[in-house]
C-alpha cells in the first residue's frame, strides 16, 4: 500500500462552494517528506516548436496537464480550466489556467494515494439511482461518541458511495456530528 493512502487527510480538507479539495501546497509537502526527490511538472500540448502548457480546445475551452513522478512512478492528470463552480471556461485568462494547473497537481498527487478518498463517485454514471439518505443520517447524527459514528458513517458511506448527493449529506452528517462530540470531550 501506498505510504500517502496511509495518510489521514481529514484535517486539511478544504470546502469552498460546496467542492472538497485539498491544498496543492499541503499535498506536495507531504509528497516532499516521503520522497524528497519527488517531482512535478506542466505537461505540454502542439507540434514541438510552439508547445503550450495547455491545450486549446475547439469551443475555447482549455486543458491542462501535470506529471508527478514519485518514486520512481510518474502519473500524469488532466483537467479542464473552470471556474469556481467547476464549469469549463471558454477564453479563460493565464491565472484561470494556472488555478487549473495547481488543482491538477492535487489530483495527480492523489493518484499517487493521497487524498484519494476525495475522488470517490467523481467518475460514476449521472444515472446512478438514488439513495434515501435519512435514516443513515439519523443514525450518524445520534453516534453517542467517536468510535460509534466511525462505524455508523462506514456503514451509511457503503450504502451512498455511488450516489454523489447522498454522499454529500452523510458526509456532512459525520462532520457536523463530529464537531459536536468534540465540544463535549
Avoid at 484561470?96 to 494547473?101: D, I
Wanted: net charge negative; hydrophobic share 40%; charged share 25%.
Amino acid at each position: 500500500m501506498s505510504d500517502l493512502l496511509k495518510i489521514n487527510v481529514n484535517d486539511h480538507v478544504e470546502k469552498k462552494n460546496g467542492l472538497t479539495y485539498l491544498s496543492w501546497a499541503w499535498a506536495w509537502s507531504e509528497v516532499l517528506k516521503i520522497d524528497p526527490e519527488a517531482q512535478w511538472a506542466p505537461l505540454y500540448f502542439g507540434k514541438e516548436d510552439n508547445q503550450t502548457p495547455f491545450l486549446c480546445l475547439p469551443d475555447g475551452s482549455m486543458m491542462v496537464g501535470v506529471s508527478v513522478q514519485l518514486r520512481g512512478h510518474n502519473r500524469q492528470c488532466l483537467l479542464p480550466v473552470m471556474n469556481h463552480r467547476n464549469q469549463a471556461i471558454k477564453n479563460p485568462d493565464a491565472s484561470a489556467v494556472n488555478t487549473a494547473m495547481m488543482r491538477c497537481l492535487a489530483k495527480a498527487i492523489a493518484l499517487h494515494g493521497l487524498g484519494l478518498s476525495l475522488y470517490v463517485g467523481e467518475d460514476l454514471w449521472d444515472d446512478v439511482e438514488p439513495v434515501n439518505a435519512d435514516e443513515l443520517i439519523a443514525k450518524i447524527l445520534s453516534a453517542k461518541d467517536l468510535p460509534e459514528l466511525k462505524v455508523q458513517f462506514a456503514s451509511a458511506y457503503k450504502e451512498v458511495a455511488k450516489d454523489k448527493e447522498a454522499l454529500k449529506k452523510v458526509n456532512d452528517a459525520k462532520e457536523t456530528r463530529k464537531a459536536q462530540l468534540s465540544e463535549t470531550s
